[in-house]
């Protein structure tokens, strides 16, 4: 008796329906959860805030590059360049997401947040600076991130639409270093 060979089955991620709905769910799923985290966590510490923004679009970062791997081990087709839509879609949520709150609209040194929110003394201009400078580092690290995505482009579609929750996460993470400072100094109504 012969054994006939079964054909071997593809690697989950790289199966269309699998790999899609399993894209779907970690990419808007991430987007919702930052929704809803960002206005959760608006006044918790940076400990509590940083991981609730930062591990959903991790997840979806991680999956992509596992839907990278899988694709990259077994030579899948390329995906078509259209998904680069997602590498849009999350630089323009980057640039336009507001990262600085209202009250600190036009601040662009740590003298003027002091004075703005409290007085300028030695305790709030190292605690505004070092509030403006992690801003400034986080949103500038979340550009950096989703154009590290952007060669993922032709393996993993879920790398490439995880850019977007990225972009989202960063954004949120660093308009919360200067939430903090306002929270800090009870100048939330401002």
């Not at 997602?86 to 600190?104: E, F, H, N, R, S």
């Not at 300028?120 to 154009?147: E, M, Q």
């Not at 032709?154 to 929750?165: C, D, E, L, T």
Request: charged share 5%.
């Amino acid at each position: 008796m012969t054994q006939v060979a079964q054909p071997q089955r593809r690697p989950f991620l790289t199966q269309p329906w699998e790999g899609g709905v399993t894209g779907w769910v970690a990419v808007f799923g991430a987007i919702l959860i930052e929704f809803i985290a960002g206005i959760v966590a608006n006044t918790a510490s940076m400990s509590i805030a940083a991981p609730v923004l930062i591990v959903p679009a991790a997840i979806a970062v991680g999956l992509g590059l596992w839907q990278w791997q899988q694709a990259w081990s077994i030579r899948a087709e390329p995906v078509p360049w259209w998904h680069l839509i997602g590498i849009g879609v999350a630089l323009l949520a980057w640039i336009i997401w507001p990262v600085v709150p209202t009250a600190l609209q036009g601040v662009s040194n740590a003298h003027d947040a002091c004075t703005l929110v409290y007085t300028a003394d030695p305790s709030c201009l190292a605690r505004a600076s070092s509030a403006l400078t992690d801003s400034n580092v986080t949103w500038w690290l979340t550009g950096a991130v989703i154009i590290a995505l952007l060669p993922l482009v032709r393996k993993s579609r879920i790398a490439v639409w995880a850019a977007i929750p990225v972009a989202f996460a960063g954004c949120q993470v660093s308009a919360h270093f200067l939430e903090l400072l306002l929270v800090h100094y009870h100048a939330t109504g401002l």
